[in-house]
């Protein structure tokens, strides 16, 4: 009778609380390069306060897992930007998560399932970065600044009509 339904209710949310979901559970959207991979769109930029600490809680959880992940800063190169808007649309702000193409979500949905003991699951086969070494060349911020340019954007010509032109080598901020 009662008792039973509510045996059954109870059950039904602790299965529901206990549930660990897997990658098949969340949407299928893979940012270039991605199908095999965890990609990590994040900002440094601090003039949103909220934003900066939310980039920084999810790459610390990714740090602290210690697997190979790439980050993509929107803050410092217009590509990323751009593939995220195509991915999601306009107006997304980062941080951004996708592992194996799959996307899991910003900082309100990744640091939940950390809270939960679900997102180690959504791991599983991606492999380990056991390195403690900081780059020497960008300090691990995976960009530097260009060496045909020095960050300039400009490269000097041997011509009247155009002494400079915009620099092949680096992205708008002046960086490869």
Avoid: M
């Avoid at 930007?81 to 107006?91: F, H, M, S, V």
């Avoid at 939940?112 to 403690?132: A, T, V």
């Amino acid at each position: 009778g009662l008792a039973q339904d509510q045996l059954r209710i109870e059950d039904a949310r602790d299965t529901k609380e206990h549930h660990h979901p897997s990658l098949s559970d969340f949407q299928e959207k893979c940012p270039p390069g991605g199908r095999d991979t965890v990609i990590f769109y994040t900002t440094s930029l601090t003039g949103i306060r909220r934003t900066f600490e939310d980039c920084n809680a999810v790459r610390f959880l990714l740090r602290s897992f210690k697997i190979n992940f790439h980050e993509r800063d929107v803050s410092l190169h217009l590509k990323y930007r751009e593939e995220l808007r195509k991915i999601l649309g306009q107006g997304v702000i980062p941080p951004k998560l996708f592992v194996r193409g799959r996307y899991i979500g910003g900082a309100d949905e990744v640091l939940p399932l950390h809270e939960q003991g679900s997102l180690r699951k959504l791991f599983e086969g991606i492999p380990l970065d056991l390195s403690k070494s900081t780059c020497v060349q960008c300090a691990n911020v995976r960009f530097v600044i260009c060496l045909a340019c020095h960050g300039s954007r400009r490269v000097v010509r041997d011509n009247e009509e155009e002494p400079w032109i915009r620099c092949p080598e680096c992205n708008e901020n002046g960086l490869i």
